[in-house]
Each structure stands twice: as C-alpha cells, then as structure tokens.
C-alpha cells in the first residue's frame, strides 16, 4: 500500500483496518476501526478532509476526492462516510457525505455537496447529483439517482450484513 503525506499531514489509519499493498492513500484521511479498503482504491485528502466510519468497506477499483475550501464556499466538501458502509466496485465519492448503513452499489457516482442519510441502497450506476439528499430507508436508482421505493425488511437488514461479510473477509487477508 500507498501511504503518502501531504503537506506534513499522513492518513490516519486504526491498527485493525485492512488495507490492500495496491491502494493509494494521501493526506488528511482517518479510518475508523475493522474498515478495509481493497485493491486499486485512490482516496486523496489533499484539499479537504477524507473521514470513514468503522466497518466500513471501499471496494476495488473505488476513487474516492473531495472539494477544496474558496470564497464561493468556504467548507468547500470533504468527504464523510459513516459506519458500516458498503461501497461497491469502481465508485466515485466527490465530496459528500454518507451516514451508516448504506450500501453504493457498483460504479455509482456521488457528487460534491450531496448527503445520503442512514439505511440506504443505491444502485449499480446510479449518480447522484450535486448537493441531492437521499432520504432514509429507500433504494435509489437511476442517472440521475431517483427515488424508487421503500427499503423491504430484509434489504434493511442486509446493510449490516454486507458490513460485517467485510469484516469476515479483512480478517482472513489480515490473518494470512
């Protein structure tokens, strides 16, 4: 793996993450504890923050960057992701926000300023627009992302799940 400063400031990563030899990750990042990141994930914390709950996993192939701080918006976006979070295969965060329990499905995009509440399913190549909320409790679909219906039990449960099949695996390359 690839972990580089940037401008004196290094990721910070708990000890019981895993994160895979191929990975890249620069400046101002924490990950929080029995999160893993896997092959080929780019995560820059260079113009803003990256933060990353515990249990929560970045899939293959997944970029993850974050909007530098101006004039026109003085916070400019970092990118916040909950716990227990899924991010599916080849993703891209751009400076949102992700609460707990959410599952990106493959190849979605998020863009800056939008913000995912807790318990939601959003689908394989589903992009959701600047500054856009996703609602608790539904599965999203679509370019653009729209609401599609309510989360079903099982689906609700299958978030945690997905959270902890993770945590299973990392466990196991961790082990090796």
């Avoid at 019981?16 to 929080?32: A, C, K, N, R, W």
Wanted: aromatic share 6%.
């Amino acid at each position: 793996m690839t972990i580089r400063s940037y401008r004196n400031i290094t990721p910070t990563i708990d000890d019981s993450v895993y994160i895979d030899e191929s990975s890249v990750l620069v400046g101002d990042i924490h990950i929080g504890e029995q999160s893993s990141v896997w092959p080929l994930v780019a995560a820059r914390g260079d113009v803003n923050i990256v933060r990353i709950g515990e249990r929560t996993n970045i899939q293959d192939g997944s970029v993850l960057h974050v909007t530098r701080k101006s004039a026109q918006n003085p916070e400019g976006y970092p990118l916040l992701i909950g716990d227990d979070v899924t991010v599916g295969h080849k993703c891209m965060l751009h400076g949102c926000k992700l609460g707990n329990r959410i599952l990106v499905g493959m190849g979605a995009i998020i863009m800056d300023g939008a913000t995912v509440e807790d318990d939601v399913f959003i689908g394989a190549g589903s992009l959701v627009a600047p500054n856009k909320v996703l609602e608790s409790g539904y599965l999203y679909v679509g370019n653009p992302a729209v609401k599609k219906r309510a989360l079903k039990d099982s689906e609700m449960a299958f978030l945690k799940q997905s959270a902890v099949n993770y945590v299973e695996l990392s466990r196991e390359y961790l082990n090796q």
